[in-house]
């Protein structure tokens, strides 16, 4: 298992270099890019906001070792988790009206706190202070993801009046630089956790660092903005017309809902499938995330001019790909027949599936769903999505160890081919919308259909 780990990190390391490095060759310099101003701007927040990420990222790899290291029972674990999720879907479904109340500056300061007290809980290995800790973090996660996003685009336009045009060009960079995050935050957490022998929680102890830092250029280089001009209410009244009113709109929510339920239950059992047979969680972690940034990489090669494929062909791949894992993962990990390289194969296909999904998944969004709703439909998306994960987690807790895990991915299969159908669905739906399509290359009407 350790030299499948670190070989598969190796090759897909490589593989990820070389289509970046054939890519930017290609690609053209914009003018966004070598504007002075824009470039400072960018750079301001990219400080900020890329060392919360990798501060996020640190943590992930480590956090089921260390509730394991605790003694705690995997049904103990798994109530923790279904702690975090429900309270990432709590503070979520308030988190935009909180920030733009609060201030976006204010918000990205007290993500800083939260998620260093979130950190320093991990010391502890009393259970109530662990599911303290697990509530901030999903505290934290909100305004991860919606604070610095929120910030970053009321100062591009008001503030700076740069384009609008140029907000797609910061945030396709911020994705590729967080993909780098990962795999490099998963290496360190190897390094600080097994290569210098300082034990599962010291990733998390690490993050504090990062995370105070990225507090303190938030208030000491940016400017404050808000935004009250909605109710929340409101928002989510609006999101649920859109929602019920447009059949594309409900067909994107269930797919993304069953898909993205099945990946947070994954995120929860990898670690007891692999760890067993001595896996190095940082290395494997990191080449998670390499296969993730592969996907991405393939995703744009396929809708680029030379390929010109569609996100609808795309975002079907990724379901495939994903049932196929799932099916994989049922047999290799059968009680007293434990497959962890199969595992480890299927786990990696998952992941590329994710980085083939969440482009193409962002831009039907884009496309389906009108801007002003778009904050209120996705409160929508999350509600059914974190349910199904924490249902899995709570009918994991009941299961016996042995057969719990086979079973539980059973089940993640059965619903996958759930999203299959709807994906089927949506495809019937739209397959003649020209909306939902890649504009042509030659800018003219693309004829073939979805």
């Known amino acids: 298992m350790l ?30 890019c070598s504007n002075p101003s824009f470039l400072r701007f960018q750079l301001d927040f990219y400080q900020v906001y890329f060392l919360a990420l990798a501060a996020d990222w640190l943590q992930a790899p480590y956090l089921y070792k260390l509730y394991q290291h605790y003694h705690f029972l995997e049904g103990q674990i798994a109530i923790l988790y279904v702690c975090g999720l429900a309270s990432t879907v709590l503070f979520g479904l308030v988190a935009s009206s909180l920030v733009d109340w609060l201030g976006r500056k204010k918000s990205c300061v007290l993500f800083s706190l939260t998620y260093s007290l979130c950190c320093l809980t991990k010391l502890s290995q009393d259970y109530f202070v662990l599911l303290v800790g697990r509530a901030l973090g999903g505290l934290s996660t909100a305004l991860l993801f919606s604070a610095f996003e929120a910030w970053y685009i009321h100062e591009h336009v008001e503030r700076h009046d740069f384009p609008a045009e140029w907000i797609p060009a910061t945030f396709a960079r911020a994705a590729f630089w967080n993909h780098v995050l990962a795999v ?107 296969a993730s940034l592969l996907g991405s990489s393939l995703y744009r090669i396929a809708t680029s001019k030379r390929y010109h494929l569609q996100p609808m062909h795309l975002l079907s791949l990724a379901v495939l790909i994903v049932v196929f894992s799932l099916f994989m993962l049922t047999f290799s990990t059968s009680p007293g027949q434990e497959s962890p390289v199969e595992s480890f194969i299927a ?55 042995k057969t719990g895990t086979r079973n539980m991915f059973s089940i993640c299969s059965a619903v996958m081919v759930m999203a299959l159908l709807a994906v089927v669905g949506l495809f019937t739906v739209v397959r003649h919308d020209a909306e939902l399509r890649v504009p042509s290359p030659t800018g003219e009407p693309y004829a073939p259909e979805l």
């Open 3 to 32: 030299v499948s780990a670190y070989l598969a990190f190796v090759v897909l390391l490589a593989s990820c270099l070389g289509l970046e490095l054939s890519r930017c060759r290609a690609k053209p310099s914009g003018r966004a």
């Open 184 to 290: 490099v935050a998963g290496v360190a957490a190897e390094a600080v956790a097994c290569w210098m022998g300082l034990g599962p929680v010291a990733p998390f102890l690490a993050a504090i660092p990062l995370l105070a830092l990225a507090g303190a250029l938030a208030l000491h280089n940016w400017g404050e903005n808000y935004d009250r001009q909605r109710a929340f209410s409101r928002t989510c009244a609006g999101g649920l017309r859109c929602l019920l009113s447009d059949r594309r709109v409900l067909l994107l929510g269930t797919i993304q809902a069953l898909f993205e339920s099945v990946i947070f239950i994954f995120v929860f059992l990898w670690t007891p499938v692999l760890d067993p047979h001595g896996a190095p969680l940082g290395i494997i972690f990191s080449s998670f995330m390499a």
């Open 347 to 401: 786990f990696l296909l998952i992941e590329l599936a994710c980085g083939l999904y969440f482009p193409s998944m962002s831009f039907l969004r884009r496309k389906v769903i009108p801007e002003t709703e778009q904050a209120g439909v996705l409160n929508w998306f999350r509600v059914p999505l974190h349910l199904l994960a924490c249902l899995g987690l709570l009918v994991l807790h009941d299961s016996d160890r």
